[in-house]
Every structure is written in structure tokens, then in C-alpha cells.
């Protein structure tokens, strides 16, 4: 019973997806998902009250950014039951897997996933399935540092313009690049020079405006000597 006195009625769900029509040929069409959830839902004694079709949209996009994705959510209730042909068809990565499953088991409902064998939110192959997840989650957070990093080593070698406050003695072209100002590069090189001989902070700073029309603070100088280093 709920809070109004009436009996909760629990709902089988089914959710299928394909992203384009490649997929249709390959064996992953909707009429084809729909019939192995069709055929499991009976072996496991279920009716399916509502089937949530997902037609072209990307795996890319978590669940939660997928129209009927969204509203599969939006309709479970304590009790409920969703069947999913395979992990991929529901979920981007294991690291998304790991999250909406979670989730699910928070709120009582049960995902079935015919390619992991059945229920993966009971007790049975439940904790198998996500001692795995959380392994594949885990190198696919590696994974993801170390593209950003190999992108960021990339970008940086080709002087491109990462984000944040832009480098003294330079200025961000119209692609991107990182563009050397002239005035400024000579200052740098000033600075280096009168840092080379043994000058202190306060010393160039004077010399630079002086010389350079160039007035750094004394944090920003140390910054501009240590990167030219």
C-alpha cells in the first residue's frame, strides 16, 4: 500500500534503441530487440506494460539526455522492472552503467540485461556485474585522462591556446594559435638577460619600464622568467 492507502501496482518496462540504420543491418534492429525482450519477458513470467523505443538517437548520450531514456526514468516506481537487450543499447560506457544502476538499486527497481544473463540489480549475478563495471568504469576514467592529457601535450607542442589567462608575450590568433608579440618577447628576452647576470625582481621590473615601456607586477615577472626557463 502507499501513503493514500492503494496498492502499488509494479510495471515491466522494456527500452530499445538503435542509433542508425548500419545497425538495423547488422542485427541490432528495434524489431529485433523488441523480440528478444518480447521472449524473455515470458520466460521470466512478465508482461511488458510499456515499451520506451529509442530511433536515432546516439549511445553517446547518457540515458538521462535521451528522450524516452528520460521518460523511462520519469516512470519508474518501487518495484518496477526494466529488460534491455544489451548493455550497450542503454548505457554509453560502463562508468555510466555503474551510476544509473545504482540508482536503480536505490530505488527498488530491477533492470534485467539479457546479454549479462538477467537481473544485474539482484542478488544473484547482481554484485559479479558490477565488480566488473567498476573495473571497466576505472580504466575508463583512465582512459579518458590520458586522451585529455595527450590532447592537451598536443595542443601545447603546436602553441595552440588551452583556456585560462593568456601567456605574456603572446596573443590568441584567429585559429587558436598562440601569436608571439613582438614588443613583449623582446622584454621577455630582456628580463632573461638582466636575470642571467644576477639582477634582482625589483631591478628588471625598473629596467623593463625603462627600457621596454613594459610595467610587470613582481609575481607576474617571476611567472614570465620561470616559463622562459
Known amino acids: 500500500m502507499d501513503a493514500s492507502g492503494q496498492a502499488n501496482v509494479m510495471a515491466t518496462y522494456g527500452y530499445t ?41 546516439s549511445g553517446a548520450k547518457p540515458l538521462h539526455e535521451r528522450p524516452e531514456g528520460a521518460a523511462l526514468l520519469a516512470a519508474l516506481r518501487p518495484g518496477d522492472t526494466i529488460i534491455t537487450s544489451k548493455l550497450d543499447r542503454m548505457f554509453r560506457s560502463a562508468l555510466d552503467a555503474l551510476g544509473v544502476l545504482s540508482q ?11 546479454d549479462l544473463g538477467g537481473d544485474v540489480t539482484g542478488n544473484g549475478i547482481s554484485k559479479l556485474v558490477f565488480t566488473i563495471l567498476s573495473a571497466v568504469a576505472e580504466s575508463e576514467r583512465d582512459r579518458t585522462r590520458e586522451r585529455v592529457t595527450d590532447v592537451k601535450r598536443d595542443q601545447r607542442q603546436r602553441g595552440r591556446y588551452l583556456g585560462g589567462k593568456v601567456p605574456y608575450g603572446y596573443r590568441v590568433g584567429p585559429k587558436g594559435a598562440l601569436q608571439p608579440i613582438p614588443e613583449q618577447q623582446a622584454a621577455i628576452r630582456r628580463a632573461g638577460e638582466l636575470r642571467a647576470a644576477g639582477a634582482p625582481l625589483r631591478a628588471i621590473r625598473e629596467t623593463l619600464g625603462a627600457e621596454c615601456g613594459e610595467r610587470l607586477s613582481l609575481d607576474a615577472l617571476s611567472r614570465v622568467l620561470r616559463e622562459a626557463a
Do not use: C, P, W
Open 104 to 114: 536503480l538499486k536505490e530505488q527498488d527497481v530491477s533492470l534485467h540485461m539479457i
Open 17 to 57: 534503441r538503435v542509433s542508425t540504420a548500419r545497425q538495423t543491418d547488422e542485427g541490432e534492429s528495434l524489431v529485433q530487440q523488441e523480440r528478444k525482450l518480447a521472449a524473455y519477458a515470458m520466460m521470466q513470467g512478465l508482461a511488458i506494460n510499456r515499451l520506451f523505443v529509442e530511433r536515432g538517437v
